[in-house]
């Protein structure tokens, strides 16, 4: 039942995004999969990993980001997916 939620979760999320984010999840993955796990190495507090969320959504849609998408992308990461794209 929680995997259940959890999928519906990330389902719920991707709508809450719009259009041109949601197809620049990709890029946006891209570019935190580079400086995250560098800014979690070092104990970089919340707001740093946000504003490169933040960071990231804006140069992929063009405009500032709001807090909604910020929360939707940062629900929808996933740091140690990352770390094992970054292993192979």
């Not at 959890?6 to 041109?20: M, N, P, Q, S, Y």
């Not at 935190?32 to 490169?52: H, M």
Request: hydrophobic share 50%; net charge positive; charged share 20%.
């Amino acid at each position: 039942m929680k995997s259940f939620l959890i999928d519906l979760a990330k389902v719920l999320l991707r709508a809450a995004l719009t259009e041109t984010v949601r197809r620049g999840l990709p890029e946006i993955y891209k570019r935190l999969d580079a400086e995250v796990p560098v800014l979690l190495y070092n104990n970089a507090p919340a707001s740093s990993v946000a504003g490169v969320v933040a960071s990231a959504i804006a140069d992929v849609s063009g405009k500032r980001a709001t807090a909604n998408q910020i929360a939707a992308v940062v629900g929808l990461y996933d740091p140690i997916r990352a770390a094992v794209r970054g292993l192979r």
